[in-house]
């Protein structure tokens, strides 16, 4: 059972379909860390470009979800309540294997420093415990 579901999602980011990269969360502590689900399905519109015949989710997509999981992360903290966070810098980001349909993404973004309006984050994202991406996010806070 997950601790937020899409609606619940919806209520703390600002992103909707079809950039809603996230289906659910499973664990959070507020203002420091959260694991998220993405359920990858062939009917994503990506897939038609990405490659046709082939299709692989895009890393840049891979490391926005960890983006919104880690937003969520941030967002969830009583006193960042009705704030956006934006993505403002992206760190070391490594693509280790494929995201292909059918895969359930794990996306974990651990918030580890807050300095004012600027939030920085390590993000990991397996498949089937296996490590697929990864990366050191920044967010500002507005």
């Known amino acids: 059972m997950s601790l937020m579901n899409i609606n619940q999602i919806m209520e703390v980011i600002p992103h909707r379909y079809p950039f809603l990269l996230?289906?659910?969360?499973?664990e959070i502590e507020d203002g420091k860390r959260a694991v998220g689900k993405k359920c990858v399905s062939a009917n994503e519109l990506f897939f038609q470009g990405h490659f046709p015949g082939n299709p692989v989710m895009p890393g840049v997509l891979i490391i926005e979800a960890l983006a919104q999981v880690g937003a969520?992360?941030?967002?969830s903290s009583?006193?960042?309540k009705g704030k956006?966070?934006?993505?403002a810098g992206i760190d070391n980001a490594r693509f280790r294997k494929k995201v292909i349909p059918g895969d359930v993404l794990t996306l974990e973004t651990q918030i580890i420093k807050i300095k004012g309006p600027m939030g920085i984050g390590e993000a990991?994202?397996?498949v089937d415990g296996i490590k697929v991406?990864?990366?050191k996010l920044t967010f500002a806070i507005g």
């Open 78 to 80: 009583p006193d960042m």
């Open 133 to 135: 991406a990864e990366a």
């Open 22 to 26: 996230i289906d659910s969360i499973e």
């Open 124 to 126: 990991v994202a397996k």
């Open 84 to 87: 956006t966070a934006y993505f």
């Open 72 to 75: 969520v992360a941030l967002l």
